[in-house]
């Protein structure tokens, strides 16, 4: 699936980073693809949404080294024309992490990803960007301070549990409500769902009285349990949670 | 005018969710112009099976069955089987997918694809009313007009022709089904593919 366009002018650059300047056998660290979204455009989440597909990655390792599954940061919710999308925009990092075995042989580490996916302006293009890292093997592993912080700002956005978050269920029909009772009133929240058989509700949720907040969906195909992101803002702070939850039986 | 705008909008967005049809129902009779000139009305394929294909040829993931030549062989076996195939294309004019019928009938005779019709919708009011919200989004009508499957072609969701051999093809598992008499026994997918370009 190779681009129509020459490298350069892809509607996305990607980048492979790191966030170490060396390893070590038996450490862990940060390995990550960066999307930089040429304006106007936007690329996918892992449930897409109505249309569209997540991006993929393909990793080339050496063994003794296990490299996790992609860590997709919180979206943005997108709605045109009557058609829902969860997108990035502007920029993304895709975090990985990397476990080195205790006996890793070799003084350095050669990682290869194919990143693969789908950006939209006002078409959908199909591109692709092979990206290769080399990483010495030393006896300590040494962070680089600045991707550190960087890092960090970007694993923050990607949705953990959190018991400080209980939600309730209620289903009407096809009309899917979830209520959210955070620690703090929030300022404002967004619900993704993970689930690709639900839809959101396009009319926007709200937050109640008494500092709860509702989100509506629609089960659009029967599922028994279902997955959740949500965002919260509460002032400055913003929390991104990850929620499972058990489908009541349809009536 | 900015309100204005924001409730129109707000009607266009509801007329999409709230139409869409349970799988069923009757589907909704619908009169379009084809790419050949001549128009065409669900009705007049009534006691047929009638297969509609959401299409859009620009679009990559129409493009992964059309390219290796999947789609024409399931428009070549509906034909065969006595199936009435309609590729409908809801694109916008201006927008991705559009082409005017001299254009249309070049790529298709290009593509050697076979449909019944390839019908413009270029007001998007058919694929509303059917809420069409991918290219592909399949939909099979029996000979009764009631709409028994909905949805996804097959079941891997990408623009890769590869994954087409590898996937559970649920419109044919459908077709196969119906023409043996029998229920269908997955009457509803999520659909997979670019938005259609209203």
């Given at each position: 699936?190779?681009?129509?366009?020459?490298?350069?002018?892809?509607?996305?650059?990607?980048?492979?980073?790191?966030?170490?300047?060396?390893?070590?056998?038996?450490?862990?660290?940060?390995?990550?693809?960066?999307?930089?979204?040429?304006?106007?455009s936007y690329?996918?989440?892992?449930?897409p949404?109505?249309?569209?597909?997540?991006?993929?990655?393909?990793w080339?390792?050496?063994?003794?080294?296990?490299?996790?599954?992609?860590?997709?940061?919180?979206?943005?919710?997108?709605?045109?024309?009557?058609?829902?999308?969860?997108?990035?925009e502007?920029?993304?990092?895709?975090?990985?992490?990397?476990?080195?075995?205790?006996?890793?042989?070799?003084?350095?580490?050669?990682?290869?990803?194919?990143?693969d996916?789908?950006?939209?302006?006002?078409?959908?293009?199909?591109e692709?960007?092979?990206?290769?890292?080399?990483?010495?093997?030393?006896?300590?592993?040494?962070?680089?301070?600045?991707?550190?912080?960087?890092?960090?700002?970007w694993r923050?956005k990607?949705?953990?549990?959190?018991?400080?978050?209980?939600?309730?269920?209620q289903?009407?029909?096809?009309?899917?409500?979830?209520?959210?009772?955070?620690?703090?009133?929030?300022?404002?929240?967004?619900?993704?769902?993970?689930t690709?058989?639900?839809?959101?509700?396009?009319?926007?949720?709200?937050?109640?009285?008494?500092?709860?907040?509702?989100?509506?969906?629609?089960?659009?195909?029967?599922?028994?349990?279902?997955?959740?992101?949500?965002?919260?803002?509460?002032?400055?702070?913003?929390?991104?949670?990850?929620?499972?939850?058990?489908?009541?039986?349809?009536? | 005018?900015?309100?204005?705008?924001?409730?129109?909008?707000?009607?266009?967005?509801?007329?999409?969710?709230?139409?869409?049809?349970?799988?069923?129902?009757?589907?909704p009779?619908?009169?379009?112009?084809?790419?050949?000139?001549?128009?065409y009305?669900?009705?007049?394929?009534?006691?047929?099976?009638?297969?509609?294909e959401?299409?859009?040829?620009?679009?990559?993931?129409?493009?992964?069955?059309?390219?290796?030549?999947?789609?024409q062989?399931?428009?070549?076996?509906?034909?065969?089987?006595?199936?009435?195939w309609?590729?409908?294309?809801?694109s916008?004019?201006?927008?991705?997918?559009?082409?005017?019928?001299?254009?249309?009938?070049?790529?298709?005779?290009?593509?050697?694809?076979?449909?019944?019709?390839?019908?413009?919708?270029?007001?998007?009011k058919?694929?509303?009313?059917?809420?069409?919200?991918?290219?592909?989004?399949?939909?099979?009508?029996?000979?009764?007009?009631?709409?028994?499957?909905?949805?996804?072609?097959?079941?891997?969701?990408?623009?890769?022709?590869?994954?087409?051999?590898?996937?559970?093809?649920?419109?044919q598992?459908?077709?196969?089904?119906?023409a043996?008499?029998?229920?269908?026994?997955?009457?509803?997918?999520?659909?997979?593919?670019?938005?259609?370009?209203?």
């Open positions: 699936m190779s681009s129509v366009f020459a490298e350069n002018e892809q509607l996305i650059k990607a980048h492979i980073l790191s966030n170490v300047t060396q390893t070590a056998p038996d450490a862990e660290f940060y390995v990550a693809v960066q999307f930089d979204i040429s304006d106007g690329t996918y989440w892992e449930n949404g109505d249309a569209g597909v997540a991006p993929t990655f393909s080339t390792a050496p063994e003794n080294v296990v490299i996790g599954k992609v860590m997709f940061p919180s979206p943005k919710l997108k709605i045109e024309e009557g058609i829902v999308n969860y997108v990035y502007k920029k993304v990092l895709f975090l990985f992490p990397v476990k080195i075995a205790k006996d890793y042989p070799a003084p350095e580490l050669k990682l290869k990803v194919k990143a996916w789908l950006v939209c302006k006002e078409a959908c293009i199909p692709s960007e092979f990206l290769e890292l080399v990483i010495p093997v030393e006896n300590e592993q040494k962070f680089i301070d600045g991707h550190n912080v960087y890092f960090d700002k923050k990607v949705p953990f549990q959190n018991d400080d978050l209980a939600v309730l269920v289903l009407n029909g096809k009309a899917l409500s979830i209520t959210g009772k955070f620690k703090d009133k929030v300022d404002e929240f967004a619900v993704f769902p993970l690709e058989e639900l839809l959101i509700d396009q009319k926007k949720g709200k937050i109640n009285d008494d500092g709860s907040f509702s989100q509506n969906f629609i089960v659009d195909i029967p599922v028994s349990k279902a997955d959740f992101v949500l965002h919260l803002r509460k002032g400055e702070k913003h929390y991104y949670i990850t929620k499972t939850i058990t489908v009541p039986k349809q009536q | 005018m900015k309100k204005l705008r924001m409730i129109f909008v707000a009607v266009f967005m509801m007329t999409i969710t709230a139409c869409a049809l349970d799988t069923g129902e009757k589907a009779d619908f009169e379009l112009k084809g790419a050949d000139g001549k128009m009305k669900l009705s007049d394929f009534k006691g047929k099976t009638v297969v509609l959401t299409t859009n040829l620009s679009c990559p993931f129409i493009k992964k069955f059309y390219n290796a030549g999947a789609m062989k399931y428009q070549a076996k509906a034909k065969k089987d006595g199936v009435v309609l590729s409908i294309c809801a916008a004019k201006g927008k991705e997918g559009y082409m005017e019928p001299d254009a249309i009938n070049k790529k298709l005779k290009e593509l050697k694809a076979v449909p019944t019709a390839y019908l413009i919708d270029a007001d998007g058919v694929g509303k009313k059917y809420g069409m919200k991918t290219t592909p989004h399949m939909f099979i009508i029996s000979d009764k007009g009631n709409l028994v499957y909905q949805g996804a072609i097959d079941s891997i969701k990408s623009t890769d022709s590869d994954d087409i051999p590898k996937a559970t093809n649920y419109l598992q459908a077709l196969t089904e119906i043996a008499g029998k229920k269908v026994s997955v009457p509803k997918t999520k659909s997979y593919g670019c938005s259609v370009k209203y």
